[in-house]
């Protein structure tokens, strides 16, 4: 009994209610927590199952930002290697270009890594959409095969009568700028005529 009570106390935690873990643990959780995504790794992030349920327009959404940092580093790097002379007896110093090439390679990882995370994007997307994605062999048109007729739903009675009078004025506007046109060339036929009779 007495043994028992001669336990060690428990040292104090960081702030009420925060235990303290042995040494062991916590090199475990700070290894876990330098492998971790950067974005993940902070206090307050929701869980990996509340991350699954994010929309695939958002999703869309960043991959569309992707592509256009891909094409924005692409353009550099293009720019870079057009202005980038080359060696027909031209010295050039050696700072310039170890600077070029040290942004190439900047550009050309970070291609790398935007590739990888625009290829995560459209998996995650296929993998939220499975009703929207066709096969190849659906896409394909084969002979004799007839394809599926596509329903088309009745309009309105009231839209084909707007389209109808919609149309009607777009043919009366045309008459009226035929007939202007007519007026206006013979206008310029008779100013020639005149002004060769002059002459």
């Not at 050039?92 to 994007?121: P, V």
């Not at 066709?134 to 596509?150: D, I, K, N, R, W």
């Not at 109808?164 to 008779?190: A, F, G, I, T």
């Not at 005529?193 to 002459?199: S, V």
């Amino acid at each position: 009994m007495m043994k028992q009570m001669s336990a060690p106390l428990p040292q104090k935690g960081l702030g009420p209610g925060m235990p303290v873990m042995p040494p062991q643990q916590q090199q475990q959780q700070q290894q876990q927590q330098t492998h971790m995504p950067p974005g993940l790794a902070q206090p307050g992030v929701p869980p990996q199952g509340a991350l699954r349920e994010i929309s695939p327009v958002y999703l869309c959404r960043i991959g569309q930002e992707t592509v256009q940092d891909i094409v924005t580093r692409t353009m550099e790097i293009f720019q870079i290697t057009r202005a980038t002379q080359l060696p027909n007896g031209v010295t050039q110093s050696h700072a310039a270009y170890q600077d070029r090439f040290g942004k190439l390679q900047e550009h050309l990882r970070q291609l790398t890594l935007l590739f990888r995370k625009l290829r995560l994007l459209y998996e995650r997307c296929v993998e939220m959409t499975p009703d929207l994605q066709e096969s190849t062999a659906e896409l394909v048109p084969y002979v004799g095969e007839e394809s599926t007729p596509v329903r088309v739903e009745p309009c309105n009675p009231a839209v084909i009568q707007e389209r109808q009078e919609v149309l009607e004025k777009v043919r009366q506007k045309n008459q009226e700028m035929k007939v202007l046109m007519d007026q206006m060339r013979n206008l310029l036929w008779d100013v020639n005529a005149m002004l060769t009779m002059r002459k």
